[in-house]
């Protein structure tokens, strides 16, 4: 076992950490990038050059996602024996305030000549910045930019998944190490069997976070006790729902979690290769994902003998191009093995079946990524979280009519109103509550008067809605439910994959209904015949999408009916207005 | 053995059948349109659903394999009422015409349609597809019959391994293709037809049989195909005496549902204006026998080397008595003069075993030579 | 067939050998394939890349001629590897020591330098025929040891040493045990609709019919006594291609054709012109003018098979049935008719009394009735037992069921023989003037002689014209372009054709078929190497050389400058 | 004394002498010519050519030998697949459900109606194209856009046009100048 390597480097690099006086935080995942991360990154790094104070003194760190996104670009600021200050909206010239207010200005102007090797940026430049640090400092504005870690939207939370996301370096193994990486794999390598791993993670009661919440322990040991001699791990990370983004965040803020988690799950079922399938649309995470499997096979956590037990693993990544459906599991695998990503029927099951007709382990990014914390913390620990039947933590992607947006875990069972009004902070510009949408296109919109109802896969179902992958919308009183129905309809009509007859055709006759209700000629039958078709495709439908197509429009039947009857009402009217 | 029950029925089955198979082979009938005997299962037309107990959501019987004790409903209030909602929902992009359809009552969909009692759709019509592809003289494409059950697909990949068409886009979008909608021609394909075989409704037709006639005023005829020595067993469709189609059927003891391109397309060379109505006599021998006045020889050129040889310049036709006369005396002059070895008679690879065995026994019994052979070697 | 084509579906390991089964019998790759979709091994020994090598787990690619050395190779291996099924051997063959030290010297090292395949392939190849694995999936018979077929047509036949091969094959499958079995055997995939039946009804120079040699004498006897004589011609008769040999020496003088046409078919067309036009009297019996029928003094329409009722017999040996679906044209007749008119006739004229029922009869019915008492396989038929799935050979009792599978649990002749074969090379070899080799054979859209096909408007139009496939290399060589015109000459003549340059076909090699009557290929096969036992004309091996027609006028200055 | 350089043996530039085909070459490479590396090929090709020509998709399948039927059927599954050249400056509107609720129908009708195309097009001088993201995972920024790889958010459909069309116009003044230069 040469986990004790791995231990070294890792203390090596908390050591290193450690000299540090102060180190500052930059926010550099997609959202924050989007508003601006890269050259707030940028002028941190040379700014904290610019001071030319003592190496240790301050030390800028590329992390990922620190979750309110709507605040972005953020950073964050740790300095010893303080509390951490975090701050939002954080422009390059913001970033050069801050750091002449926490860093400390050397004293070796006169040093500054032609030709400094060390510079990344000339030496005139780096006048002018030390100049306008100078002058920065004196100016500060910088305090309504921060963010008070006591708020709710950070203090609601509980971080399993996330605990690491804008903490360490997603670039460097060594980070991961240094706050405790890879110590799970070690464990289980070392001192437990297959079954045990199998059925830790039964006791834990862990449930598959793709949405449709199987118990992933039952579905290891269905893959383990397979007597093939090929099986594979897949990773899901294919996440296709709009305003969902979990995964990714996941794989680019803390690739090497995933990466442990799917090795655990490979050694628990007896798998010798997995693939991580990545949405096209991430480049980041693809990329991330690539260097840390490169990383994972220079330090031997990868490859023909895994931290130097006789466990062999390989893991690769296969990206995807833009197909909702590949999130199903069957298609997944037809996507995989670079066919049309159209599912299959089941059974058989990808645990007796799937690539390649090899018994194939299934999980999505998040399921893996809750793994390593319940080998290092123990089922019973994770089993504490949540409620009866759902158990743990969950993610979502948080969005919509609110005033802090972003992406957080909660604890199974939390109430939609926390949710809603003290992570959220409420709706904004004094507009009302209308709904919650959970589960994306395969989900639902939940009313006002369900806000207190827990967030867990059971109470989401019988409201018609589901847990879905994590996407988390509110929506305020100005939208208008059968146009927001419409929205997802349009999104399934043109994610079908075609196989099926009932998503094929019954997602667009649906979409046709809908159009026709929304302009104003629609009657009572056809509501009558929406809400028939909606129960044909759910119920004849081949697979996942098809079959949960039609809950975003059954659920805001069932909760905002008014809102069609008023659009029907208003064709009555315009009708006789017209005679 | 598996037991199962289906409809209340108890049914022994062997494992690994399906529900399907095993209810069919118990007379219980299920609709179906993408499932076929001979291919792989789909699932995709949602119409053999059935309950399985303990299932949430009714499952499609065609790919569900029977397992002890498993308890199935084929029939109730309210799979009837889904099957009905799908056959709605085909038929809104499948244009009724069947009034004046080839396929109309063989079509598969029109059955369906009938025996659910749907006239229209209650839908809003629309066509996904309105691709019409008739470039070979084989067989039309026209994609707005098609249901996309993919047995074209599946017979073309699984059965004759040609692979030239496949599904392309998605959606609503989706339809069968060849490489960027090209022709058939600068496909794989091999014009083998077995998709046109497989296909329920008329998205595929024989372009023989277009406008030619009704399904049910069709005679229909079984004979073994001419051409090579597989055997297959080939059912003719005339009218009026005349081929409209050929096609397999299951019952086929060598081929199954399935031939290839010439036993499916290759038989109107048997009404190809050259063939021979009448014995005809070489000019030269009918002017020595006084048949005909003009005398003529023999031209040095090989009948190879003319580009379109007419067997009227050659020779004229005669009766059959004269014809047989002719060829009986021939024969017999020269086995009276140079004995019976100096007769040699080919016999044919392509006539039957009566025809065969009485040309032998002509040569062994009657003229007295085993120079007798047929191209068994060629 | 000694196996029936319904068993190739669960066949273990299909052998392909000289048979391009997806053009020339596709019915019956759509079995290969769908064995090879449920995990079958598929192994091809040929020349040319056929289309079949798509779903093949192994392509033996040889060099023409030379797979003999690879069979016998792979059998080298197999006694090597110790992979020979002993049980087997000892019980139900015979000859198996004088036959092994034949092995000896073909090594799999021999074999590759000749034939230009890999060692290890052969190797592979013995490995997976001998033990029938599979790719995958389980198999439906012994999971220890699968069932192999092998399958081949006239790639292995029509050679001047095509019996040898044939025996090679049948030694490969005995030596493995498989053969007797479902899904082994050795399978011949017959070329014509009837092919089978003629050769079953006798319509061969040695046998009468049910395979009774005609120098057996007391089987001679019977018949002759079935049919109201003492004697019948004892002599072995002439085979075709000698029969044109003797046409031209004036031995043979009067020819009747029926349903054949020897002008396309038969190897150096110039010397069968030669010798038809040397006949007396020439009768051609056919559906169409065709070139044989041309140059005949009579010409007699005959029926199509669609147009008349009978049997045929296919390649696995199932008698069917055939019925009239329209009517003939004109005055045609089934042949049977015709022939029968002819036979009585010729009896008046040479005095002779006979029934009139020897020649006229009311149906085919009857005929076949009188066929089963003399042809001992068929003896348990009768066209009502042939309804529906037809009948398959031996059927000796009238209760019999049919013999799907030949040699099961004994050989026909009691114990297998092991035949040894030495290697033989070609007939003609390529050399200097003539550097290429052709081979001929068959395109998917037509069929034989392309009387039929080529009048058949979808295969016309799909196939309209001849062409002859030469590798890049060779085309480069005399400089001749894809899709434009090339001269092929060999010893026997020329052709002028279009040329489609494929890599299809080894450098060395093109390919003709001899369905084109504007470019004939039997103008350029030879005549003169028979095989020495079935007298089969080598029309897969004979040396040729290509000619660019638009450097024809250049050419010999280009020459006598080199 | 000199030292030998290794030779390597000179990769095979495609027929059409056109050297992206290399960086196809590579990847097939990589993945030993696997018939299920298809999506990751196909994925290559996109980056590299920026668009699927029917050469390049004829070039896959024959290398990879996947019958061109499945290459076909494959390549027009995925939405990231296109088969035409994109514009020369190219704007993706997010239409994930943030981004939907906050308003980005209307931007993408303003940039419809500004360059008279619909979604999923490129204008008939190819220097624009107008593309729809089912979500870009920006959801705390919407609406969001990236216009030539640059992301912006909290957009307004006014902000969005006029920023598309000062692209569009500075090339096609590039353009005239050197016409005239020409």
Redesign the interface.
């Known amino acids: 076992m040469n986990f004790n390597n791995l231990e070294k480097i890792g203390q090596k690099e908390l050591d290193r950490q450690g000299k540090y006086k102060r180190r500052i935080f930059c926010c550099t995942s997609t959202a924050c990038l989007s508003a601006g991360a890269g050259q707030v990154h940028t002028s941190l790094d040379q700014s904290v050059e610019a001071c030319r104070c003592d190496e240790h003194e301050a030390e800028v760190v590329k992390t990922g996602c620190m979750g309110l996104c709507s605040s972005g670009p953020l950073v964050r600021v740790e300095e010893k024996e303080k509390d951490p200050i975090l701050y939002g909206n954080i422009t390059s010239e913001l970033a050069q305030q801050l750091v002449s207010r926490h860093v400390p200005i050397g004293e070796i102007d006169d040093e500054l000549e032609e030709g400094d090797q060390d510079l990344s940026v000339t030496p005139h430049d780096m006048l002018h910045y030390r100049a306008s640090l100078k002058k920065a400092g004196k100016k500060s504005d910088l305090d309504k930019n921060i963010i008070s870690l006591d708020h709710p939207f950070f203090s609601k939370q509980v971080k399993v998944v996330l605990n690491e996301t804008g903490i360490v370096n997603p670039d460097k193994l060594e980070d991961y190490l240094a706050h405790g990486g890879y110590q799970a794999l070690a464990h289980v390598l070392e001192n437990m069997t297959p079954e045990e791993v199998c059925d830790e993670i039964l006791e834990s009661e862990l449930r598959g976070r793709g949405g449709a919440g199987f118990p992933t322990g039952m579905k290891w040991n269905f893959v383990r006790k397979e007597g093939a001699e090929d099986k594979f791990v897949i990773v899901n990370g294919d996440e296709g729902d709009p305003g969902a983004y979990m995964d990714r965040t996941v794989m680019e803020d803390d690739p090497h979690r995933v990466l442990e988690g799917m090795i655990i799950c490979a050694y628990a079922v007896g798998a010798s290769a997995g693939y991580l399938y990545i949405r096209g649309e991430y480049p980041i995470a693809i990329n991330r994902i690539r260097k840390a499997i490169r990383d994972a096979r220079r330090r031997k956590i990868l490859g023909k003998s895994v931290l130097g037990t006789d466990f062999m693993f390989n893991a690769d990544v296969r990206i995807g191009a833009g197909a909702f459906v590949c999130g199903e599991e069957t298609a997944l695998i037809h996507s995989v093995e670079g066919k049309r990503g159209m599912p299959r029927m089941r059974p058989p099951y990808p645990s007796t079946s799937g690539l390649w007709e090899a018994p194939t382990v299934i999980n999505n990014v998040e399921t893996m990524a809750n793994v390593p914390s319940i080998i290092n913390n123990g089922a019973d620990w994770y089993a504490s979280i949540g409620t009866e039947k759902s158990k743990g933590t969950k993610v979502f992607a948080l969005a919509g009519h609110l005033r802090n947006t972003g992406l957080i875990e909660v604890p199974m069972g939390i109430t939609l109103r926390e949710i809603v009004y003290e992570i959220g902070g409420g709706i904004p510009e004094n507009r009302g509550f209308k709904a919650a949408q959970t589960g994306g296109p395969s989900g639902g919109c939940i009313p006002e008067e369900y806000l207190d109802s827990p967030v867990d896969y059971e109470s989401l179902n019988k409201l018609g809605s589901i847990m879905g992958s994590g996407g988390l919308v509110i929506i305020d009183d100005t939208t208008k439910m059968p146009d927001f129905a419409n929205y997802f309809m349009e999104f399934c009509v043109d994610e079908s994959c075609g196989k099926c007859l009932p998503c094929r055709v019954g997602t667009v006759q649906i979409g046709k209904l809908l159009d026709k209700l929304i302009a104003g000629d629609g009657s009572q039958e056809d509501i009558e015949q929406l809400e028939n078709l909606c129960e044909t495709v759910k119920t004849t439908s081949l697979c996942g999408l098809g079959q949960s197509a039609p809950n975003p429009v059954l659920s805001t039947l069932k909760y905002f009916r008014n809102e069609y009857d008023e659009l029907v009402q208003q064709a009555q009217t315009a009708d006789s207005g017209l005679n | 053995m598996v037991e199962l029950t289906i409809d209340g029925k108890k049914i022994q089955t062997n494992p690994g059948t399906t529900v399907l198979e095993a209810a069919l082979a118990n007379n219980i009938d299920i609709p179906r349109l993408c499932h076929h005997p001979e291919l792989s ?6 119409l053999c ?1 059935v309950n399985v107990d303990g299932y949430s ?2 499952t ?1 019987s065609c ?3 029977c397992q002890d004790g498993m308890a199935i409903e084929t029939q109730n209030e309210e799979l009837l ?2 099957r009905r ?2 056959i709605d ?2 038929i ?2 499948h244009p009724l015409d069947c009034v004046t359809c080839d396929k109309s009552g063989t079509c598969l969909l029109q059955k369906y349609a009938y025996e659910f009692d749907i006239t229209k759709t ?3 019509f ?1 066509i ?1 597809k309105p691709i019409y592809q008739d470039d ?3 067989f039309i494409r026209d994609h707005q019959y098609c ?2 059950c ?1 047995r074209c697909v599946r017979v073309c990949d ?4 040609a ?12 339809h069968i ?4 909608d090209d022709p058939l ?1 600068d ?2 394909c ?3 037809g077995n998709c046109i075989q497989v296909c329920p409704t008329a998205a595929l037709t024989p ?1 023989s049989r277009m406008g030619k006639g009704r399904e049910w005023e069709l005679d229909r ?13 080939i059912e ?1 469709a ?1 009218k009026d ?3 409209i189609y050929a096609q397999s059927t299951p ?1 086929a ?3 199954g549902e ?6 499916r ?8 204006p ?9 000019r030269d ?1 009918a002017y020595e026998l006084g048949l005909t006045s003009e005398n003529w020889e ?1 031209p040095q050129k ?3 080397a003319v ?1 379109k ?1 007419k ?1 009227e310049d ?2 004229i036709p005669i009766d ?1 008595d004269t ?10 002059e ?3 003069e ?1 004995g ?39 | 067939m000694t196996n029936s084509i319904a068993e190739i579906r669960d066949t273990d390991c299909i052998f392909i050998t000289g048979s391009n089964t997806a053009e020339a019998h596709p019915v019956i790759s759509y079995e290969v394939i769908r064995a090879v979709n449920e995990g079958a091994h598929l192994i091809i020994v040929d020349p040319r890349k056929i289309p079949l090598i798509e779903h093949a787990t192994l392509f033996l690619q040889v060099k023409p001629g030379t797979d003999i050395y690879v069979f016998l190779a792979i059998m080298h291996t197999i006694i090597r590897d110790g992979l020979a099924d002993e049980a087997f051997i000892t019980e139900r063959t015979e000859g198996f020591e004088e036959f092994k030290a034949t092995l000896e010297e073909y090594t799999p090292e021999r074999a590759s330098l000749m034939s230009g395949v890999s060692v290890e392939q052969i190797e592979e190849a013995a490995r997976i025929y001998a033990q029938g694995k599979r790719k995958s999936g389980p198999s439906i018979y012994d999971s220890r040891h699968g069932h192999s077929s092998i399958l081949y047509a006239m790639g292995i036949t029509q050679r001047s040493n095509g019996t040898d091969m044939v025996m090679t094959l049948a030694n490969l499958a005995m030596l493995c045990g498989q053969v007797g079995k479902p899904s082994t055997g050795v399978n011949p995939l017959r070329g014509q609709s009837n092919v089978q039946g003629a050769c079953d009804t006798g319509c061969l120079v040695n046998v009468y019919p049910g395979y009774q040699k005609v120098g057996d004498e007391t089987k001679r006897k019977t018949i002759a006594k079935t049919w109201g004589v003492d004697e019948l011609p004892g002599e072995v008769g002439l085979t075709i291609v000698e029969a044109m040999h003797a046409a031209v020496d004036g031995d043979v003088r009067a020819v009747y054709v029926m349903g054949e046409n020897p002008m396309m078919s038969d190897p150096n067309t110039s010397h069968v012109e030669k010798a038809l036009r040397n006949l007396d009297f020439l009768v051609v019996q056919d559906i169409f003018p065709s070139e044989t029928a041309l140059l005949a003094h009579l010409i007699l329409p005959a029926a199509a098979s669609l147009e008349k009722d009978g049997t045929f017999t296919n390649t696995e040996r199932r008698v069917q049935l055939i019925q009239p679906i329209i009517e003939a044209p004109g005055d045609a007749l089934p042949d049977w008719q015709i022939t029968g008119g002819i036979a009585a006739r010729y009896d008046r004229e040479m005095g002779v009394e006979r029934d009139k029922e020897h020649w006229i009869f009311p149906s085919t019915q009857e005929i076949f009735q009188e066929l089963t008492t003399v042809t001992p396989i068929y003896a348990g038929m009768k066209h009502e037992r042939l309804v529906g799935e037809g009948l398959q050979w031996p059927c000796p009792e009238p209760d019999h069921s049919g013999t799907p599978i030949l040699h099961k649990g004994k050989f026909s002749r009691g114990l297998g023989k092991f035949n040894p074969v030495l290697a033989n090379d070609p007939a003609e070899q390529p050399d200097e003037e003539y550097p290429l080799i052709l081979s001929t054979g068959r395109v998917l859209y037509h069929y034989h002689t392309g009387t039929m096909t080529r009048r058949s408007g979808p295969l016309a139009w799909a196939e309209p014209r001849g062409y002859v496939e030469i590798h890049p290399e060779d085309a480069a060589a005399v400089d001749v372009l894809d899709d434009r015109a090339v001269v092929i000459n060999s010893r026997r003549g020329s052709v002028k054709t279009r040329a489609k340059i494929t890599e299809n076909v080894p450098q060395g090699t093109i390919f003709l078929a001899f369905h084109w009557r504007e470019a004939p290929a039997n103008m350029l096969t030879q005549d003169f190497a028979l095989d020495p036992v079935a007298k089969i004309p080598e029309y897969k091996v004979c040396a040729v050389r290509l000619e660019n027609p638009r450097a024809k006028r250049k050419k010999p200055e280009l020459v006598k400058q080199a | 004394m000199t030292t030998k350089k290794p030779i390597r043996p000179e990769e095979e530039v495609h027929p059409s002498g056109d050297e992206r085909y290399l960086a196809i070459d590579r990847t097939m490479k990589q993945f030993k010519y696997e018939r299920d590396s298809l999506l990751e090929v196909l994925n290559a090709a996109q980056e590299v050519f920026g668009y699927l020509s029917r050469d390049l998709l004829i070039y896959i399948s024959t290398q990879l030998k996947v019958p061109m039927s499945q290459v076909y059927g494959v390549a027009t599954f995925y939405h990231l697949f296109t088969f035409e050249p994109q514009g020369e400056h190219n704007c993706i509107i997010c239409k994930g459900t943030a981004c939907h609720v906050k308003g980005a129908d209307r931007i993408i009708e303003a940039l419809s109606e500004e360059f008279n195309i619909n979604a999923g097009e490129t204008t008939p001088d190819g220097l624009f194209s107008l593309t729809i993201a089912r979500c870009l995972g920006s959801c705390g920024l919407a609406p969001v856009i990236v216009l030539d790889g640059q992301v912006y958010g909290k957009e307004t459909p006014e902000a969005v046009s006029r920023r598309a069309a000062e692209v569009v116009s500075r090339s096609k003044e590039e353009l005239t100048q050197t016409m005239e230069v020409g």
């Open positions: 299962v789909s699932g995709g037309c949602r659903i959501n009714p499609p790919g569900l394999t009422k889904s909602e799908i929902l085909f809104s992009e209650s839908h809003e629309e996904s070979n003289p084989f249901i996309l993919g699984e059965v004759v391994g692979k030239a068409i496949d599904f392309a886009g998605r959606g609503f979008e989706c293709a060849t490489p960027f021609k496909s794989t091999v014009f083998c372009v005829l079984k004979t073994i195909c001419g051409y090579c020595g597989v055997g297959c067993q003719y005339l005496g005349k081929i019952d003891p060598v081929n399935f031939l290839c391109t010439k036993g397309f290759g038989w109107d060379f048997a009404t190809a050259e063939r021979l109505t009448s014995p005809m006599l070489r021998v023999l090989s009948p190879l580009r040889p067997v050659s020779h059959w014809a047989l006369d002719l060829a009986a005396r021939k024969l017999s020269n086995v009276k140079y019976p070895d100096s007769i040699m008679g080919l016999a044919s690879a392509r006539c039957t075993n009566e025809e065969n065995y009485i040309f032998q026994k002509f040569f062994r019994l009657g003229i007295g030579t085993n120079n007798l052979d047929h191209c068994a070697r060629l």
